[in-house]
């Protein structure tokens, strides 16, 4: 592990994917203590995505977000190697999922702040709930998982096979 931590720090390209995935973080927990401390409303999530596995046992869904972190994180370290874009996309995935972590381990239950009106029954009743909100953990993983689909997509990363 030490071995891993200090070609870290000498190859660029890694040192820079460890800034994005620690900006991006620290963007998540800002915006969702200022969320917190200025927003009269707030969502909070006890589920996960769309409000699935609401009321679950909340260290049920420690141990499964903190699974789907290690799962990243250990991607991350086994394909050091691989194109910028995938790193960059799992980062983001692995940056959303410790965002969300944290707020559980926290809160018990994930802040969501950025209301999407145009999901909320106007449109899509019946496929979402009213109030459906977001944080940007959520958009990180998003995010994240298109750009690692349109990388894999483009055959950017024909060696995998």
Known sequence: MVAHVA???KNKKLLSLFCFFCALVAADRITKLAAI????R??????????MLTGSEPRLLIFLNLAAAIFLLFMIFTMR???MPLLAGVAAMLAGAVGNLADRIIYCH???????PFLNGQF???FFPSG??????DLYLITGALVVFVALVKG????LK
């Open 7 to 9: 070609e870290w720090i």
């Open 37 to 40: 401390s200025f927003f009269a």
């Open 42 to 51: 707030v969502s909070r999530n006890s589920g996960v995505s769309f409000g």
């Open 81 to 83: 190697r691989r194109p």
């Open 110 to 116: 994930v802040v969501d702040w950025m209301p999407l």
């Open 124 to 126: 899509f009743s019946g």
């Open 132 to 137: 459906l909100a977001v944080n940007l953990a």
């Open 156 to 159: 950017v990363f024909s060696e």
